[in-house]
């Protein structure tokens, strides 16, 4: 179900994964217009379930949408299918330009749109990526606990995975890849009892449906049950460019974000984020919060507006 897209709103949010729809929650509860545009393509669509989310843990994805939905519906929130391109100033607020021509005007716009995981270009790592090739021991590590884990050497978190994951299964073997560890990593790795397997993976091994090890590019197959790797995790926002908005190198050297202040506040005026679009290490709750957050924000802020408006003398 999908609601008809109106001409404008108070606030027009670009994204309705958890982010996106508790600021419309919020915003909604405040009694103001709100739409939220959604393109369909959540990042979190493959998982079996979300897990680390109190009294929610293990809920699918889709549902959790679907009751999210639901709750925005409640409070007169829209929620409309679409792809958005384009997002520009205008005299009265801002214009949202969707893929298929249609376009709506907001007060105010919040940017939930997540982020794109980029996993290296290795057979097997994207076929079986949300099972059992996973990337963050909160949200997935339970399910692969007391298994045979390789953790893929891919960048400057790798060893860090590998520590935490260690803490789930006895048996973690590090490859270092195309990034072998220091010789102070390799000493905390020993320490944790990690064995390092050098040399470049080739491929990740895949027989009746399931993983069963990893490849080296010499020819050696090293039996896992799981593969841990660290994602490049990159802002979905191309289309804040006209806005001066552009992702940003994140200072953990995870990927690229949109920086904000705490509240999700942008520095073009009027503009908010929240979720994996500046956060790219926020769980669901975390978005969730950020998302509330950013709604109670640009409340307010239309509250301010309001006020000032009141207080200019009529002629």
Request: proline share 5%.
């Amino acid at each position: 179900m999908t609601d008809q897209l109106e001409n404008s709103y108070d606030v027009v949010i670009v994204g309705g994964g958890a982010a996106g729809l508790n600021g419309a929650l919020m915003l909604g509860r405040s009694r103001r217009s709100v739409v939220v545009i959604d393109a369909g393509r959540p990042r979190n669509a493959p998982a079996e379930g979300v897990h680390g989310l109190l009294a929610l843990d293990g809920i699918a994805p889709s549902e959790l949408l679907e009751r999210g939905r639901t709750e925005v519906r409640g409070y007169g929130g829209h929620i409309v299918d679409g792809d958005v391109v384009a997002v520009e100033r205008g005299e009265e607020g801002f214009t949202v330009t969707l893929a298929d021509g249609r376009a709506v005007r907001g007060r105010r716009v919040l940017v939930a749109t997540g982020l794109i995981d980029e996993v290296p270009d290795i057979p097997g790592l994207r076929q079986r990526w949300g099972r059992d090739v996973v990337h963050c021991p909160y949200c997935h590590g339970w399910e692969v606990r007391d298994q045979a884990i390789g953790v893929l050497g891919t960048g400057p978190m790798s060893v860090h995975q590998a520590l935490l994951f260690r803490q789930l299964s006895a048996d973690v073997v590090y490859f270092g890849n195309v990034a072998p560890p220091t010789a102070e990593q390799a000493a905390q790795l020993d320490a944790r009892g990690i064995r390092v397997v050098d040399g470049d993976v080739a491929s990740v091994e895949i027989a009746d449906d399931r993983l069963v090890g990893v490849r080296l590019t010499g020819g050696t197959l090293v039996a896992r049950d799981a593969v841990a790797v660290a994602s490049r995790m990159v802002a979905r926002a191309g289309f804040l460019a006209p806005l001066g908005l552009v992702p940003v190198a994140h200072p953990s050297g995870m990927g690229e974000h949109i920086p904000t202040d705490p509240t999700g506040r942008t520095e073009t005026p009027g503009v908010w984020v929240a979720g994996n679009v500046t956060d790219l290490s926020a769980q669901v709750g975390a978005a969730a919060a950020a998302g509330a957050m950013a709604g109670a924000q640009i409340n307010f802020d239309l509250v301010n507006e309001e006020i000032q408006q009141a207080l200019i003398p009529q002629t």
